[in-house]
Structure formats: C-alpha cells, structure tokens
T-cell receptor
Framework: GQSLEQPSEVTAVEGAIVQINCTYQTSGFYGLSWYQQHDGGAPTFLSY????GLEETGRFSSFLSRSDSYGYLLLQELQMKDSASYFCAVTVVKGGYQKVTFGTGTKLQVIP | DAGVIQSPRHEVTEMGQEVTLRCKPI?????LFWYRQTMMRGLELLIY????????DSGMPEDRFSAKMPNASFSTLKIQPSEPRDSAVYFCASRTPGRSSNYGYTFGSGTRLTVV
C-alpha cells in the first residue's frame, strides 16, 4: 500500500513564506501532486511533479526528490485566502493504470 | 465546460435506506474516481474506472457499496443498506486522457451524506 505523511497544521503570517512537507512510501511511484481544499469545498489541483526538482506556478512552487521520497509545497507572499487544507497525493502505476492516493492534509492558517 | 457535476449536493437518509449518488464527469475524460472524505480517515479512494470499466474497487468498504458507469457521461455510487458510519462527503473526480498527470484531477462539488 501507500503511506504519506504531512504535518496536520501550520500557521503563518500574511505576506510570509510557508513550506509544507510531504514524505511518502509507495511502490510504483509515478508522481506527486498537491491539492488545495477550502472548508466546505472540493479539492482543486495545484501542481504535479514527476521528475526531481522545482515546479513554479505563480506564488506556488512544488519540489520533489524521488531518491528521498520527499516533496514540499512552497507558498510565497501568503494571502488570507490561502487559508485552506493542502493535500499531497502520490500517483502510482499498477497494471498500466494510474491512481492517486491522498495524504491526510495540512491545515494552513494565515494570520494577519 | 460545467466541470464534474454531482447530485445531490446534500442527502439525509435514515439508516437502512438505499442511497444513490450520481456523477457526470467532464466530457472526454477517461478516468473517473469516487472518493469519500471524513475527518477521521481523510480522502479515501473507493473505486475508479477507466473508459467506463471498473479497474480497482479495493477501496470499497463493504458489499453494501456498489458503483457503476454505464456510459462515459454517467456514474453512480450506491449504498444499500446505509448506516450512520457511512456519513461523509463523497466526491467524484475525473481526469483528462493520456499518460501525463500534469492536469491533475477535477473534482465535483461533492455530496454530503448524513445517515441518521
């Protein structure tokens, strides 16, 4: 099976930078994704890393190290609207099919 | 595109009743997933389909749960009989074709199920 670990809660100040880490254990690893979910809403896709290194999308960046089974999501210039839960998710390939398993999520609170 | 459409948005039912959740994926998407979210267990993958064919249902908790995808534009998740522990938000998600996961999944708004 798969297991993912990420912190349950993080608090950061508006305008600052925050990093949310994710470690995983799985076979058939294909890539690591990040999703954002506001309270009462649906998860929305943020980024995906299949190869080692940093992917940047606006204020958000995601990093992957396959050798360390580790990744992180970096949020810069934090805004109040960034308060949400952030999930890392591993994509695995089994029998030629892809499926995604989600971590338990990190609740980010941005404070003024 | 209207996105992934789920119905109903909210469902309250009595224990023992049958519940049917519905999902219309984005047109052209070849993967469809059913997830369940609770505070205790997070987002759990229940079952997924590729081109309307069930690929992996190992996440379906019990025989009380069943899912179908009769065509590319419609899927159902049925619970019969329902129990209070089935109370959760059920999400349907679909994914664009191809090997690349760069576009991620698109989730529906979810169905909040309460079994009393």
């Amino acid at each position: 099976g798969q297991s993912l670990e990420q912190p349950s809660e993080v608090t950061a100040v508006e305008g600052a930078i925050v990093q949310i880490n994710c470690t995983y254990q799985t076979s058939g690893f294909y890539g690591l994704s990040w999703y954002q979910q506001h309270d009462g809403g649906a998860p929305t896709f943020l980024s995906y890393n299949a190869l080692d290194g940093l992917e940047e999308t606006g204020r958000f960046s995601s990093f992957l190290s396959r050798s360390d089974s580790y990744g992180y999501l970096l949020l810069q210039e934090l805004q109040m609207k960034d308060s949400a839960s952030y999930f890392c998710a591993v994509t695995v390939v089994k029998g030629g099919y892809q499926k995604v398993t989600f971590g338990t999520g990190t609740k980010l609170q941005v404070i003024p | 595109d209207a996105g992934v459409i789920q119905s109903p948005r909210h469902e309250v039912t009595e224990m023992g009743q049958e519940v049917t959740l519905r999902c219309k994926p984005i047109s052209g998407h070849d993967y469809l997933f059913w997830y369940r979210q609770t505070m205790m267990r997070g987002l759990e993958l229940l079952i997924y389909f590729n081109n309307n064919v069930p690929i992996d249902d190992s996440g379906m908790p019990e025989d009380r749960f069943s899912a179908k995808m009769p065509n590319a534009s419609f899927s159902t998740l049925k619970i019969q009989p329902s129990e209070p522990r089935d109370s959760a938000v059920y999400f349907c998600a679909s994914r664009t074709p191809g090997r690349s996961s760069n576009y991620g999944y698109t989730f529906g708004s979810g169905t909040r199920l309460t079994v009393v």
